[in-house]
């Protein structure tokens, strides 16, 4: 089972993207899913945050800007990003609690996606 982040890429400021977070192999449940970043000599930070009955947390950093939503079928997690400003610029993991089975629970990490955003 794991975690697979994608969708960065470079924008300019005020412009927008979408990262997703896919669990690739055969779980019984995605729970909780959280995106963070980590900004060139920084630590990493917690950006956003989606509980298993879709309650949602943010940043105050990123409050009204970025949404976290997911899709249970999918067992993918995403967050849209709207106008994008240059101290977003950073690479971007999400983290993930599954049920790999009724009893068994794992706690993932995707690669992390770079976003950069140009002034």
């Known amino acids: 089972v794991q975690l697979q982040a994608s969708g960065g890429g470079l924008v300019q400021a005020g412009g927008s993207l979408r990262l997703s977070c896919v669990v690739s192999g055969t779980i019984f449940s995605l729970n909780a899913v959280a995106w963070y970043r980590q900004a060139p000599g920084k630590e990493r930070d917690l950006v956003a945050r989606i509980g298993t009955l879709g309650r949602t947390t943010y940043a105050d950093s990123v409050k009204g800007r970025f949404t976290i939503s997911r899709d249970n079928a999918k067992n993918t997690v995403y967050l849209q990003m709207n106008s994008l400003k240059p101290e977003d610029t950073a690479v971007y993991y999400c983290?993930?609690?599954?049920?790999?089975?009724?009893?068994?629970?794992?706690?993932?990490w995707g690669q992390g996606t770079l976003v950069t955003v140009s002034s």
């Open positions: 983290s993930a609690n599954v049920a790999a089975s009724a009893y068994r629970y794992l706690d993932l």
